[in-house]
């Protein structure tokens, strides 16, 4: 798990969950288990019995102790737990007892998800459909999907979908880390109206990408860097002087320029400089490198490119030297 700032301040606001580091509880049906869980309060709601196994008797019990929920509802008497309350964004367990006798199925699924991105200075992001309230907010660039080869790192909002009897089930929490195919995230709605109260857990399940609609990159969201164009970001064979060198750029506007290798070597290749693109607009790009002054530019070559397929471009040194290049 990647120490890094927004690691550390994504911690620091989670803090109210329990983070136990040993197992609660599980849920054999799903294949989850949660190592950590910060429940609404009490009285629980109570458990209805199912209709096929009822007895005249279990009704009564049950008509009697829903009664006395009734009833103290009405004088105000249920236990709102104080951290669940903060760590949801205000939703307490009086809230959502109402809703659930009310035939209501409220959880605190977006409601933590709220609370998360207010005090990260993101308002809105509590919602489902994710996807568009960034594109809404001229952000799309920052939505990662499956399709893109990586997975979700330490404090991403994902959001996943699956179809019950009737309805479709969105759902949005934070990643906290993906080892192999076993998925640890912190969730709010691990509860509802079937356990008789709510709760937000840290939780151990299988990484199944079958749901995953996606996942926001919360580091590049909070740079507030803009898109690059969608040219640029990959490796490039570069040749220059007679020279021939790798240019690696990443989505953060990070550049890396790397001794030539083989394709299969790339990753491993000795990296010569480090910079940074300071400009991008549609065909043109400037970056500068941290061993010299002044800017490098390049130009994407439209008129020798088959866009996705054999990108091409060039450009001029900090030097004056003539500079072309091919994307891997």
């Not at 006395?68 to 903060?86: C, K």
């Not at 399709?147 to 330490?154: D, F």
């Not at 790798?246 to 290798?261: L, N, S, T």
């Not at 790339?266 to 061993?291: C, H, M, N, R, Y």
Request: glycine share 12%; with cysteine.
């Amino acid at each position: 798990m990647a120490e890094d700032d927004y690691s550390k301040r994504f911690d620091e606001i989670t803090k109210l969950v329990p983070d136990p580091r040993k197992l609660t509880s599980s849920n054999g049906n799903l294949h989850i288990d949660y190592y950590g869980e910060l429940h609404s309060g009490s009285p629980a709601m109570v458990k209805p019995v199912a209709a096929a196994k009822a007895t005249q008797a279990d009704r009564e019990r049950i008509d009697k102790l829903q009664q006395d929920r009734f009833e103290r509802m009405s004088y105000g008497s249920f236990s709102d737990n104080p951290d669940f309350t903060t760590a949801a964004d205000g939703l307490n367990h009086t809230r959502l007892m109402r809703n659930w006798i009310g035939g209501g199925i409220m959880t605190s699924c977006n409601a933590f998800a709220g609370h998360v991105t207010k005090e990260l200075g993101l308002p809105g992001l509590g919602g489902f459909n994710v996807e568009n309230i960034l594109r809404t907010q001229g952000k799309v660039h920052c939505w990662m999907t499956p399709k893109s080869g990586e997975k979700p790192r330490h404090g991403d909002l994902f959001e996943t979908r699956s179809m019950n009897v009737g309805y479709e089930n969105l759902h949005v929490g934070f990643s906290l880390k993906v080892d192999g195919e076993t998925w640890w995230t912190i969730e709010g709605g691990q509860g509802g109206p079937a356990m008789g109260a709510d709760r937000i857990c840290r939780v151990k399940k299988k990484y199944n990408i079958a749901h995953l609609l996606g996942w926001v990159d919360m580091r590049l969201l909070l740079s507030g860097k803009p898109a690059l164009p969608p040219w640029l970001v990959g490796s490039w064979v570069i040749y220059s002087d007679g020279q021939t060198f790798i240019y690696e750029f990443d989505r953060y506007g990070r550049v890396e320029h790397k001794a030539f290798q083989a394709r299969s070597a790339i990753v491993d290749a000795p990296t010569l400089d480090a910079g940074a693109v300071t400009s991008a607009f549609g065909d043109k790009v400037e970056l500068k490198w941290q061993s010299e002054g002044g800017l490098e530019t390049l130009h994407y070559d439209r008129w020798n490119s088959v866009g996705g397929v054999n990108d091409r471009l060039n450009g001029t040194t900090v030097a004056g030297t003539a500079i072309t290049g091919v994307k891997l």
